[in-house]
């Protein structure tokens, strides 16, 4: 069963716009929610994350907003530029564990 | 510098010829991690370990094994591969406790498996 739904599969945008990932997960006792970033031949690496007691995080062009009640997340990337093409992994876990659970990933393309 | 290091960066084998995977970190981590990446389904967990001689298996630990004896390796070990074990591995590890906002999980470059 999988943990942790994101959407789309795959994002292409123009460059300048804004990009958008979804995810949503069920299991509420999780408190940290991670992105991870996949450049090609790489492995993930984490970009930004948020605790459920906030409903936003920003760092630069990347913002998290989290709506604790509706159980989703989401990635705000802000005037998209053709190095963010990659695959982004949101994650879900426990502070005090080190067990974490991943969406199926999200390939974006930013065209120039 | 902190790394985790894979090894090799890609395969090619034939069904039933036992292979190993190898994956080595440099940051004294306890928690180690190996998963499998497909389109579509995103990183799966195979199997991971808390510890030297703690090993647990994830969602798709079939056709695998691994083992802990010393806490900087933890090999991954198909011993009889097959076509459907086709995938993109990737190595993790992660400190016993992390403070948010260091990062918790920290993955290799990731090996390529073709089984033909």
Known sequence: QQQVKQSPQSLIVQKGGISIINCAYENTAFDYFPWYQQFPGKGPALLIAIRPDVSEKKEGRFTISFNKSAKQFSLHIMDSQPGDSATYFCAASYLTGNQFYFGTGTSLTVIP | ?116
């Open chain 2, 1 to 116: 510098e902190a790394q985790v290091t894979q090894n090799p960066r890609y395969l090619i084998t034939v069904t039933g010829k036992k292979l190993t995977v190898t994956c080595s970190q440099n940051m004294n981590h306890e928690y180690m991690s190996w998963y499998r990446q497909d389109p579509g389904l995103g990183l799966r967990q195979i199997y991971y370990s808390m510890n030297v001689e703690v090993t647990d298996k994830g969602d798709v630990p079939e056709g695998y094994k691994v083992s802990r004896k010393e806490k900087r390796n933890f090999p991954l070990i198909l011993e009889s591969p097959s076509p459907n074990q086709t995938s993109l591995y990737f190595c993790a590890s992660s400190p016993r406790s992390w403070v948010p906002g260091n990062s918790p999980l920290h993955f290799g470059n990731g090996t390529r498996l073709t089984v033909t």
